[in-house]
C-alpha cells in the first residue's frame, strides 16, 4: 500500500519519494538541510562515532548525487520566483554548491550567518556558524514576493538540541512570513528535528515533511 502524504504530519518517508509525488510549481518555500558528513570528513575525524557526534554520525548520509537529485525535485516543485533555503557548513560554503544547481533555475540572491551562540569543534578555530544559502526561483524579483525587510544577515539564536541537525526556529519563521501567506504550504524533504513544522505552526502556514528516522506512520 502507498504511504498517503499528510499535511502538517511528520511522515515517515523518504524525502526523495516524497518530492517525486508532488505536484509542479506548487510550493512558495522550501528548505533543505542535507545530511552529509561535510565538516566531519574535512576534519579528519575517524572516532566520532564513540566520542564526538555520535547522533550525527548515526544518521543515513546523502551523497552529492543525492543531493543534486533533490535539488533537481526542489527545482520542478517550486513556483516561478519561490524560495529555496538550503543549509551548509563552511567547507561547502567556501568550496561552492553552485554545482548542485547546474540545469536549474534557481539562483542564488542572498546568504545568512545563523550564530548558534555556542562553539563546537575545530583543529584551527572553533565552529559557531552555520550559513543558509537562499536561491530564488525564475524570474528573479523581489517586490510582492519578499515582504518583510528587517531580517539581518546575521542571525543570533541558540536552540536546545532535539535533533543532531537541530535548526533555529525563529529564523525560519521571518523568512516563511517573508517569503509566504498565511494558509500557504511550505515543505521540508529532509525534516530531521522538524523546526521547520514549528516554524509553520507558530507563523500560521501549512506544513509538507517528513523523515525516515524522524517520522511517524
Same mark, same amino acid.
Not at 551548509?88 to 551562540?117: A, P, R
Not at 578555530?125 to 531580517?151: A, C, G, M
Not at 522538524?194 to 500560521?204: D, L, M, N, P, T
Given at each position: 500500500? $502507498?504511504?498517503?502524504i499528510k499535511k502538517n504530519h511528520k511522515n515517515k518517508i523518504d524525502g526523495l519519494t516524497l518530492l517525486k509525488r508532488l505536484e509542479s510549481k506548487s510550493i512558495k518555500?522550501?528548505?533543505f538541510d542535507p545530511q552529509y558528513r561535510g565538516i566531519l570528513d574535512k576534519l579528519g575525524y575517524g572516532n566520532e562515532g564513540e566520542t564526538r557526534g555520535k547522533a550525527r554520525s548515526a544518521l543515513?548520509?546523502?551523497? $552529492?548525487?543525492?543531493?543534486?537529485?533533490?535539488i533537481e525535485q526542489i527545482n520542478r516543485i517550486l513556483t516561478p520566483s519561490g524560495h529555496l533555503f538550503l543549509w551548509v557548513d563552511k567547507f561547502h560554503l567556501c568550496q561552492g554548491v553552485l554545482d548542485?544547481?547546474?540545469?536549474?533555475?534557481?539562483h542564488l540572491v542572498d546568504l545568512i550567518t545563523w550564530d548558534k551562540e555556542k562553539i563546537g569543534m575545530g583543529y584551527r578555530t572553533r565552529r559557531k556558524? $552555520?550559513?543558509l544559502v537562499i536561491f530564488q526561483k525564475t524570474p528573479i524579483r523581489v517586490k510582492d514576493v519578499w515582504k518583510i525587510h528587517n531580517i539581518p544577515d546575521v542571525w543570533q539564536e541558540k536552540v536546545i538540541k532535539k535533533h543532531p541537525h537541530s535548526k533555529p526556529v525563529f529564523l525560519q519563521k521571518a523568512l516563511i512570513m517573508a517569503t509566504t501567506n498565511p494558509g500557504d504550504t511550505i515543505l521540508d524533504p529532509a525534516a530531521g528535528g522538524y523546526s521547520v513544522f514549528e516554524a509553520c505552526q507558530q507563523s500560521g502556514r501549512n506544513f509538507i515533511g517528513g523523515d525516515m528516522r524522524y517520522g511517524e506512520d
Amino acid at each position: 500500500m $502507498e504511504y498517503i502524504i499528510k499535511k502538517n504530519h511528520k511522515n515517515k518517508i523518504d524525502g526523495l519519494t516524497l518530492l517525486k509525488r508532488l505536484e509542479s510549481k506548487s510550493i512558495k518555500t522550501i528548505f533543505f538541510d542535507p545530511q552529509y558528513r561535510g565538516i566531519l570528513d574535512k576534519l579528519g575525524y575517524g572516532n566520532e562515532g564513540e566520542t564526538r557526534g555520535k547522533a550525527r554520525s548515526a544518521l543515513p548520509q546523502m551523497s $552529492e548525487l543525492d543531493i543534486i537529485h533533490f535539488i533537481e525535485q526542489i527545482n520542478r516543485i517550486l513556483t516561478p520566483s519561490g524560495h529555496l533555503f538550503l543549509w551548509v557548513d563552511k567547507f561547502h560554503l567556501c568550496q561552492g554548491v553552485l554545482d548542485w544547481f547546474l540545469n536549474t533555475d534557481l539562483h542564488l540572491v542572498d546568504l545568512i550567518t545563523w550564530d548558534k551562540e555556542k562553539i563546537g569543534m575545530g583543529y584551527r578555530t572553533r565552529r559557531k556558524s $552555520e550559513y543558509l544559502v537562499i536561491f530564488q526561483k525564475t524570474p528573479i524579483r523581489v517586490k510582492d514576493v519578499w515582504k518583510i525587510h528587517n531580517i539581518p544577515d546575521v542571525w543570533q539564536e541558540k536552540v536546545i538540541k532535539k535533533h543532531p541537525h537541530s535548526k533555529p526556529v525563529f529564523l525560519q519563521k521571518a523568512l516563511i512570513m517573508a517569503t509566504t501567506n498565511p494558509g500557504d504550504t511550505i515543505l521540508d524533504p529532509a525534516a530531521g528535528g522538524y523546526s521547520v513544522f514549528e516554524a509553520c505552526q507558530q507563523s500560521g502556514r501549512n506544513f509538507i515533511g517528513g523523515d525516515m528516522r524522524y517520522g511517524e506512520d
